[in-house]
Structures are given as C-alpha cells and as structure tokens.
C-alpha cells in the first residue's frame, strides 16, 4: 500500500495524523518542526518521539525528499541539483552561496508552456505542476546541503515554470517555508518571479502576508516584448503596469523589474530612456540581466560596455539599475539556462 508523504503536510494535517494514530496534539508539533526546521529525513531521526510511534509512522507515512538525479558543482561554489519528482519528469534547483547570504533559487513546475525566447526551460516540452512538497522538498535538500551556515537565507521562486499558474501549490509552499514553527524563512527573504500573469498578480496582492514581487519585464514596447515573451499578447505591458500599481507595498519595499538584455533587440540607449518613463511612477528597481546564451536559443548578450550604458542610461534617469552578476555560467545553472535533464558533463556528479 502507498504511503502518504509527510513532507507537503502543514502543521493542521499533521495534528489529524497524530489524532489518527491516537497520539497527542504536541507529537505533531514535534513532527513538523522535525521536518521543516531540523531537516530529518529518516524516522529514525527523531530522537524525541518514541520508538513505537517511529515504527508506526514508518509504517503508514514516509518521510520523502526528492531524489537528486544528479548535482553539478560550479568554479564559483553554485550548485545545480537535479531533481525527479516522478518517473521521466524532472527539475532543477540552484544554491548560490554569497558573503553575506545564501540564495536558494527552486522551480514550481515541470517544464514551462510560456516560451521565452531567451530560456531554455521555455524550449522544453511543458509538463505539470509540482505539488506544494515538491517545493518545499527542494528548499529542504538545498538547505541541508549548505550545513550550519550562519549567512542568512534568501528563497527566489525563479527556477523552472511560471509560479502564478500554479498559484495554490506556490502559496502552500511559501506558507510551510515560512511557518515560524518549521522553515521559518521571513516573506522579506522570499522572491516570486513572474513573466507577468495578471490574474495571478492580483490575486497575490489579495493575499495577508505576501513574498516580495519580481517581475520579468525585458522590454519597453509591446512590439519587442510581444516578440520576446509570447504572454505579452494576453497581458501586455499597460495591463502589467497598472497590476503592479495596484500591488500594495510595504513601506521602504519595492517591485523588481528583471531585464534581461538581448544584443540587437532590447538594449539600445532609447529602451533605456523609454523603460525609465515606463516605471517612473512605480516604486521599483531593476535588474539588469545581460542574456546568458546557449546554442539552443540562437541570441547573444550585448557587449559588456552596452551593458553598462545601459545602466547608466537608467541611473541618468533616475532608475534604480544594477546589472546581475552571473552565476554557475559553467554549469548551466545561470539565470534562463535550467533545462531539466541529465547532462553527465565534467564536474557533474550522479547522485548527491
């Protein structure tokens, strides 16, 4: 007989798994704090709860992370890990370690049906929405990985697939990562990152506590973004704009516009000037993302010095501009390089 996973449960579902089991409400407490906030991965790690009581979750429930297919470890310590969240269905995760913080980058779907013209997830066959366990079970892996680390920790739903189309699954994940009696993750630490749904920006804005918003613009004119990202026919950018404005902000918080700088097509002084009128009356910062290529899309990044007139062009209007600095470029874990398959390259390691 299968067996329930545990990991996905909230705190709520456990207490009716230690109801069930004829076990007081404090277990499940016991249990949740077990999974989210120590990370154990065994029941046999639970060194508070009883033998008996292991031996019968063991028997009814397991305790399941994803299995990692294999992890990629780059020049600059970015780890890429492959996950397989079912037979022949996979995703990929990124830990990006910083001085001061550590940054865990995890996918919401399998796959991604936007069709980005610069990601390669885009170019990938859509597949499904991952379950609010599947999320989380790559946050827990991730974080585990990194060991007592004292840096703080910073969570961008920026991997594979577009968040806000799997919105319930996405917001039961952020709830358990940011429970105070599990992950304990603060909002302020977690980023949602969207082509632009605005139905699902909305809807988000409805929500009592929320992750900060992150928008993936990556360009001035519908003309250009149309060609970009396909979304942009359903929403284009005054119906994304005015979502934004209607976002409500906590004070001295921001919206993220992520600009990904495509040579020839998006980066030329004129964008610039136009995407600083464009944003004016927002409160925003924008990241600058010089286009990370790969042979599969067929684009190039503009020349470093374009880059940065970019950016200049911005700050002389009076933007908030920094330009991304790219990381595990060597591992195809840098921004809109996450494929989800196997690769067996040089560096690559089977397994965990």
Not at 144 to 166: F, H, Q, T, Y
Not at 221 to 228: F, G, I, K
Not at 305 to 329: H, N, P
Request: with cysteine.
């Amino acid at each position: 007989m299968k067996t329930r996973n545990v990991v996905g449960m909230d705190l709520g579902e456990m207490e009716a798994v230690a109801a069930a089991l004829g076990e007081p409400r404090y277990r499940a407490r016991q249990i949740y704090a077990g999974v989210y906030r120590h990370l154990r991965r065994s029941w046999d790690a639970f060194p508070d709860l009883p033998k008996a009581l292991r031996a019968r979750l063991g028997a009814e429930f397991s305790l399941a992370w994803l299995p990692v297919v294999e992890t990629a470890v780059s020049r600059d310590g970015t780890r890429r890990s492959l996950f397989e969240v079912s037979p022949g269905a996979h995703v990929e995760a990124v830990f990006i370690p910083e001085e001061k913080r550590d940054t865990l980058c995890i996918s919401t779907q399998v796959g991604c049906a936007l069709g980005c013209l610069f990601c390669v997830t885009g170019r990938q066959p859509p597949g499904r929405n991952l379950a609010a366990g599947e999320i989380v079970a790559q946050a827990l892996t991730l974080a585990a990985d990194r060991g007592p680390a004292s840096r703080r920790l910073n969570i961008v739903l920026m991997g594979m697939g577009e968040p806000l189309l799997n919105y319930d699954n996405v917001l039961r994940a952020f709830r358990l990562m940011t429970d105070p009696g599990g992950m304990a993750v603060s909002p302020r630490r977690i980023t949602l990152s969207t082509a632009g749904v605005v139905p699902g920006i909305d809807r988000l804005a409805r929500e009592p506590v929320r992750p900060n918003l992150a928008v993936s613009l990556n360009a001035a004119t519908d003309e250009v973004r149309d060609r970009l990202m396909p979304i942009n026919r359903t929403w284009n950018i005054a119906a994304l704009l005015e979502a934004c404005r209607r976002f409500p902000l906590a004070e001295r918080r921001r919206i993220t516009f992520e600009y990904v700088l495509v040579g020839g097509m998006n980066d030329s002084p004129d964008d610039a000037r136009r995407l600083a009128r464009l944003l004016s009356t927002l409160r925003h910062k924008v990241n600058l993302i010089p286009l990370n290529p790969d042979p599969s899309i067929g684009l190039e990044p503009p020349p470093p010095e374009r880059v940065l007139g970019f950016q200049q062009a911005l700050v002389d209007a009076g933007i908030t501009a920094s330009v991304r600095r790219a990381r595990g470029e060597d591992i195809a874990a840098a921004c809109g390089l996450l494929a989800g398959r196997a690769r067996g390259e040089a560096g690559v390691t089977p397994g965990r």
